[in-house]
């Protein structure tokens, strides 16, 4: 198991910035502080100030920590490093797994080609079938995980009948690049990106394989202390989601401004099918069964240490 102490240090050695010490309540400091990825709503509300206006009038700030996966933005949230954050849906079940502090507060849904599973231009992998006893590279405890799970399924294989290779993005980059893996399974931007090297071949998306399902979490002792400003949180984020469909171009640019990817790459990650910056949410029923089936089916292949119950850690905003 994960000591609160050795959470601290691997969420701030993967983090690409330094972590504050944890704290217990916001009154605190005064301060927000919220992991982002180079993707969604989160990011352009990053770009746009968006929560630095909504709040500055109660002199709340906030303080942004970028990450490039989300278990390690959840090591952090569990340890208290962080106050909220993104993620897919397999970061989770393991931060749950390791007893973190932190619960769901919120849903996004990603397009359903949100996911993908690259090989190289001239491989002989052709179908899924073909990946079995290739080098498959996914980053472990991410969504890119699940997919490869799926993807494998849909082929009638299991797990076993790869060799999982456990590489966080920029690396899998890199080893994809020189061809010391032979297939990687991707997310978005990072697909979008890789999909574009002349060298790459797309297998297959994650549509029609995993359903489309993204959250946003909260530390647990900052959701009990501050139910108002998760709540407000959420709401800024669907404000500013739902005017980033407006004008996809305007979204694009701002996007592609604070991830530093290229705007007709950012422009492919916006229009697949399915792209709605406005679909955030509280979480729903049909969001915790999701949530539970995929809890349920990674520990019945090996791969979560015990039993979760999703609905144990599920946020519900106050009634008004």
Known sequence: MITRRQGLKLAAALAVTTLPLPRTALAEAQTIRIGWQKFGVLALAKQQGALEK????RGITIEWSEFTSGPPLLEALGAGSLDFGPTGDVPPLFAQAARGDLVYVGTYKPPAAF??????KDSPIRTLADLKGVKLAYKRGSSAHNFAFKALARAGLTPDDVESV?????DAAAAFKTGS?????????YFAIAEKDPN?????????IVEAWGYFLGNGTFASENPELIT?????????????????????AALSLI????????????????????KVGTVSDEAVSYQQALADDFHALGV?????AIQDIVWHPKAT
């Open 181 to 189: 893996i032979d297939a990687w399974s991707i997310w978005d931007p």
């Open 200 to 208: 790459a071949r797309l297998l297959t998306t994650s549509e029609g």
């Open 232 to 252: 407000e949180i959420l709401d800024e984020l669907a404000r500013v989601g739902a005017a980033a469909q407006v004008d996809i171009e305007a979204t694009t």
């Open 54 to 57: 909504r709040f500055a009038d």
């Open 304 to 308: 979560l240490p015990k039993k979760l």
């Open 115 to 120: 996911h993908g599973i690259l090989v190289h």
């Open 166 to 170: 456990d590489l966080p993005p920029p």
């Open 259 to 278: 991830t530093g990817v290229p705007a007709d790459i950012t422009r492919v990650t916006l229009t697949r099918a399915g792209s709605d910056l406005g």
